[in-house]
């Protein structure tokens, strides 16, 4: 079946460092690939997305390309702030009705980022 | 405009109570999921709805949960006498519409957070 595999944490960085998240996945359809986040006590939210080999999603200075010949979307920021703290966690969704899929989201086990000051 | 609500925010059980979760999600939107998260499990899907079409279930975990959704709307999850391995975070999400095909993110909720004593 589907699955996503990212890279475990906790990854500790200092301010203005650069963050790269590895991501990579298997699936059996045509998926959309997502990077949702999790801060301290809150919900999960999307970060950014892509639905389409070669699309790149960028969102609040994240980004993440869309590699169908590796299978991979790592989330990357250039330049990470103590704000960024929190659970990042890659997700693909295949369409609906390919390999069974009902469109829900399968998730990588969520990778831990402290950025300390 | 307003966001997946969900209700309550914690629930404190004794084993082998019986505990309604609520979810509403967002205005318009069809489809509706339930996830679970929990530490030694990650992020798991449960059920899916689309409409008024019959659920699939593929994802629960065992015959004591259970969801509902009425109207196309507001759904209800059950889990019945509940067990400690039921503690988690359960989450719900909606998206403005699932079909054959396609795809469209989720949005979630802030989730209940279940604890079986």
């Known amino acids: 079946g589907d699955s996503v595999t990212q890279m475990e944490g906790p990854v500790t960085l200092s301010e203005e460092a650069f963050l790269t998240i590895n991501c990579t996945y298997t699936?059996?359809?045509?998926?959309?690939l997502f990077w949702y986040v999790q801060y301290p006590g809150e919900g999960l939210q999307l970060l950014l997305k892509a639905t389409k080999a070669d699309d790149k999603g960028s969102n609040k200075g994240f980004e993440a390309t869309y590699r169908k010949e590796t299978t991979s979307f790592h989330l990357e920021k250039g330049s990470v702030q103590v704000s960024d703290s929190a659970v990042y966690f890659c997700a693909l969704s295949d369409r609906v009705n390919y390999g069974g899929s009902q469109g829900n989201l399968i998730f990588g086990k969520g990778t831990k980022l402290s950025v300390k000051p | 405009g307003a966001g997946v609500s969900q209700s309550p925010s914690n629930k404190v059980t004794e084993k082998g109570k019986d505990v309604e979760l609520r979810c509403d999600p967002i205005s318009g939107h069809t489809a509706l999921y339930w996830y679970r998260q929990s530490l030694g499990q990650g992020l798991e899907f449960l059920i899916y709805?689309?409409?008024?079409?019959?659920?699939?279930k593929s994802g629960l975990p065992s015959d004591r949960f259970s969801a509902e959704r009425t109207g196309g709307s507001v759904s209800t999850l059950t889990i019945q006498r509940t067990q400690q391995e039921d503690s988690a975070v359960y989450l719900c999400?909606?998206?403005?519409?699932?079909?054959?095909?396609?795809?469209?993110?989720?949005?979630f909720g802030p989730g209940t957070r279940l604890t079986v004593t």
């Open positions: 709805f689309q409409g008024n079409s019959a659920p699939d």
């Open positions: 999400a909606s998206s403005p519409r699932q079909g054959r095909g396609l795809s469209y993110e989720q949005y």
């Open positions: 699936a059996t359809g045509y998926p959309s």
